[in-house]
């Protein structure tokens, strides 16, 4: 029984095997008689195109998006530029020399060059390498004799290259890309680039003339063009090579485009803030050539998506304008035009619309040229701008912080007229040396050893009166200047859309309890006049000079009016907002409305217009023959270093304000320097206004225009 239970399965094994066998051999014989179909039946066929067709996959560059002035005057757009590639191609020396002849001699004729790392030169013949230590190295992995000579190398090389002319200037050429091809290498799949940048005449002629050519292509490409040169270059920003730390703040952002090692990126500012909308989506390009190098058919399998426009709301002519005028005038002080020279650092303007908070303009000088970085800035240029000692890479109107000085009083006159300590009409006579802390006196008695006698809160602003402060500040305590300094924006940052914004220091008192130490009278007194612990930068005076020219109520400042899609679209401005936030990691900070009175808003406004217009004011030299009324406060700030920065705020017209401007320069000597900016820049603003108008007014509308 055992037995037979046994022989059944070992029939069954037997079975299956035999079965497996069968499936094997039939599973053989298929393959074979494919076999033969491929390599005798068809195999002509299938050799022939195996040896025609090639296929590889292409980037269509997507166009990067535009930069806009508010008016649609582009400041920075995207070209198309030619480069020339080649492929390797399944030929023979002759014909692959006589191809590189052909396209170097087509490149000449058209004033482009080429890539060219042949250490050999002609005429005379020369050797360039930087010591003879690599020269030996070079010849030994050329395995050229050590005691050859630069001409005897140069035709041990054509001879390895299998050059057959007789011409040195074209076995020159020749062997210029040759080597290249040796040095670098390239495959039917990796292109070694021939020349960049070629003239829309080589491209043309090169394509005409593909068929003798071997394995070239033509790429067109999108670069970066900078109409504007060095003008708002810190609000335009730069672009270059990404890099890995550029990667991994992409990442780190949420950013999950998948870039490559050759792209170029935004590195400031709108070009880095703005690169997610900038740089569109690329394409993908199937390319079918033959062995030869002959492109036999190009098709897209993606199509490229164009970036988005970004709009700004700085106006460019504007823009020239302010930083033109604040160049003059850094250099007028230097050179001691206005009385006393002195060594000016540098300066920064910003111009807002007071009623929208748009930024009209925003200088920072010295400045750079943005365009020089996108190919990659020489050594020698960059270690000029990062060597400089006055920063020209370094966006002042941002990123730097300054002790406002007097230009800060106008805070402390609404402070103290808000919080009751003082009314607009209570005069508060200034004798000398204010009697409390370290008696410190105005600058008025420390000029001439007298006060400037009683004066209200306007008078006070007018004669910029140091006493006044001190006393009103003492009354109301620092908790309040605080209040009311953070309202009007200062000491925060104020949002705009670029990098490195700083948000600068309100005077408090937790700035001395962690050290430590109290805070004493003597610290809000220098606090009331600007000086002490407050420090902002000039956009957020730029806020604060728009809030109390329109009338106390707060605004939001921006640079970016809109962002537009290549469809022509809109992109919601709850989109660019949020996206701007989570770019820049602002977080919006609960700050009270303190609804500010008419009543102290316009006892403020006339101090201010008393600067411009009074005989006494402190600007009336510069805007007493001006036929458009300003209102005003100059502002000279000590610095630790022992320099007076130099500022000056306005607001015009007078009446129904518009633009808000605000200057510093740094170690300027006097804020009525500076006034002479504010003026020309305030001109400029109003005289494009009238042109535009005039059609339609009459002479005694237009008088009144300038009222």
């Given amino acids: 029984m055992k037995k037979t239970k046994q022989k059944s399965e070992l029939e069954k094994l037997n079975f299956r095997f035999n079965i497996l066998s069968i499936l094997i051999y039939i599973v053989g014989v298929v393959i074979l008689v494919k076999l033969f179909d491929l390599q005798i039946v068809n195999g002509q066929e299938y050799r022939e195109n195996s040896d025609t067709r090639l296929s590889r996959e292409s980037t269509i560059e997507a166009a990067r998006g535009s930069i806009l002035d508010r008016s649609g005057n582009t400041l920075i757009s995207t070209d198309m530029s030619f480069s020339l590639e080649m492929y390797k191609t399944k030929v023979e020396d002759e014909q692959l020399n006589d191809s590189i002849l052909l396209m170097?001699?087509?490149?000449?004729?058209?004033?482009?060059?080429?890539?060219?790392?042949?250490?050999?030169?002609?005429?005379?013949?020369?050797?360039?390498?930087?010591?003879d230590e690599k020269l030996a190295k070079w010849k030994k992995t050329y395995k050229i004799p050590d005691t050859a000579s630069p001409e005897e190398a140069f035709y041990l090389m054509r001879d390895k290259y299998n050059i057959k002319t007789?011409?040195?200037?074209?076995?020159?050429?020749?062997?210029?890309?040759?080597?290249?091809?040796?040095?670098?290498?390239?495959?039917?799949?990796?292109?070694?680039?021939?020349?960049?940048?070629?003239?829309?005449?080589?491209?043309?002629?090169?394509?005409?003339?593909?068929?003798?050519?071997?394995?070239?292509?033509?790429?067109?490409e999108p670069i970066r063009k900078y109409y504007v040169?060095?003008?708002?270059?810190?609000?335009?920003?730069?672009?270059?090579?990404?890099?890995?730390?550029?990667?991994?703040?992409?990442?780190?952002?949420?950013?999950?485009?998948?870039?490559?090692?050759?792209?170029?990126?935004?590195?400031?500012?709108?070009?880095?803030?703005?690169?997610?909308?900038?740089?569109?989506?690329?394409?993908?390009k199937q390319i079918d050539m033959s062995v030869d190098g002959t492109i036999t058919g190009e098709?897209?399998?993606?199509?490229?998506?164009?970036?988005?426009?970004?709009?700004?709301?700085?106006?460019?002519?504007?823009?020239?304008?302010?930083?033109?005028?604040?160049?003059?005038?850094?250099?007028?002080?230097?050179?001691?035009?206005?009385?006393?020279?002195?060594?000016?650092?540098?300066?920064?303007?910003?111009?807002?619309?007071?009623?929208?908070g748009e930024i009209l303009a925003m200088a920072s000088y010295p400045d750079y040229e943005p365009g020089l970085f996108y190919n990659g800035i020489s050594n020698e240029k960059y270690d000029e701008y990062i060597n400089n000692p006055l920063k020209p890479l370094h966006n002042r109107t941002i990123q730097s912080t300054y002790a406002p000085g007097s230009t800060f009083k106008m805070i402390t006159a609404i402070a103290a007229l808000e919080t009751g300590v003082t009314n607009t009409t209570e005069k508060i006579n200034d004798n000398g040396p204010y009697p409390a802390a370290h008696h410190p006196a105005c600058w008025y008695y420390n000029d001439y050893k007298r006060g400037h006698g009683p004066l209200n809160v306007s008078g006070a602003i007018e004669?910029?009166?140091?006493?006044?402060?001190?006393?009103?500040?003492?009354?109301?305590?620092?908790?309040?200047?605080?209040?009311?300094?953070?309202?009007?924006?200062?000491?925060?940052?104020?949002?705009?859309?670029?990098?490195?914004?700083?948000?600068?220091?309100?005077?408090?008192?937790?700035?001395?309890?962690?050290?430590?130490?109290?805070?004493?009278?003597?610290?809000?007194?220098?606090?009331?006049?600007?000086?002490?612990?407050?420090?902002?930068?000039?956009?957020?005076?730029?806020?604060?000079?728009?809030?109390?020219?329109?009338?106390?109520?707060?605004?939001d400042l921006s640079i970016v009016k809109s962002v537009m899609k290549s469809d022509g679209t809109q992109v919601p401005q709850s989109e660019v907002q949020e996206f701007t936030k989570h770019k820049l990691g602002l977080e919006q900070e609960d700050i009270q409305d303190l609804q500010i009175s008419q009543e102290t808003i316009s006892a403020v406004l006339e101090g201010m217009k008393s600067v411009t217009t009074d005989q006494g004011g402190t600007a009336y030299s510069v805007f007493s023959d001006f036929n458009i009324i300003v209102g005003g406060k100059t502002g000279s700030a000590e610095t630790d270093v022992g320099d007076v920065n130099a500022w000056f705020v306005g607001f015009a017209p007078f009446d129904e304000p518009e633009i808000a401007v605000v200057i510093i320069v740094e170690n300027g000597g006097h804020g009525n320097y500076t006034a002479e900016v504010v003026r020309e820049i305030i001109a400029e603003y109003f005289g494009m206004n009238i042109q535009s108008v005039n059609e339609d007014m009459s002479a005694e509308n237009e008088m009144e225009f300038f009222r």
């Fill in 104 to 131: 170097t001699n087509i490149l000449e004729s058209n004033g482009d060059s080429y890539i060219d790392t042949f250490p050999i030169s002609i005429n005379p013949f020369e050797y360039h390498f930087e010591s």
């Fill in 166 to 220: 007789d011409d040195v200037s074209d076995i020159r050429k020749i062997l210029a890309i040759r080597y290249s091809i040796t040095t670098t290498g390239y495959s039917t799949t990796k292109s070694i680039e021939i020349s960049n940048e070629i003239s829309r005449e080589s491209a043309v002629q090169l394509q005409e003339r593909g068929e003798e050519l071997i394995g070239i292509n033509i790429v067109t």
């Fill in 229 to 284: 040169g060095n003008m708002a270059s810190h609000i335009l920003g730069y672009m270059g090579r990404i890099s890995k730390p550029d990667q991994d703040e992409l990442a780190k952002s949420g950013d999950t485009y998948q870039y490559q090692p050759t792209d170029k990126i935004g590195k400031t500012g709108i070009e880095k803030v703005f690169e997610e909308y900038l740089r569109g989506e690329d394409g993908v």
């Fill in 299 to 356: 098709y897209t399998t993606k199509e490229a998506i164009g970036g988005s426009d970004i709009v700004l709301t700085i106006d460019s002519n504007l823009q020239r304008i302010t930083e033109n005028a604040l160049i003059s005038n850094i250099e007028k002080i230097r050179s001691g035009g206005f009385s006393q020279a002195y060594d000016t650092k540098g300066g920064a303007v910003v111009v807002t619309n007071v009623k929208t």
């Fill in 463 to 555: 004669k910029s009166c140091n006493y006044f402060f001190y006393e009103v500040s003492n009354r109301m305590g620092i908790d309040n200047l605080e209040l009311y300094s953070k309202y009007f924006g200062l000491g925060r940052k104020t949002g705009i859309q670029l990098y490195n914004e700083r948000a600068g220091t309100i005077a408090n008192r937790r700035i001395t309890e962690n050290k430590g130490t109290s805070w004493g009278i003597g610290d809000t007194l220098s606090a009331s006049i600007g000086q002490g612990y407050n420090n902002f930068t000039p956009v957020q005076m730029a806020k604060y000079i728009s809030m109390v020219a329109n009338g106390g109520h707060k605004i």
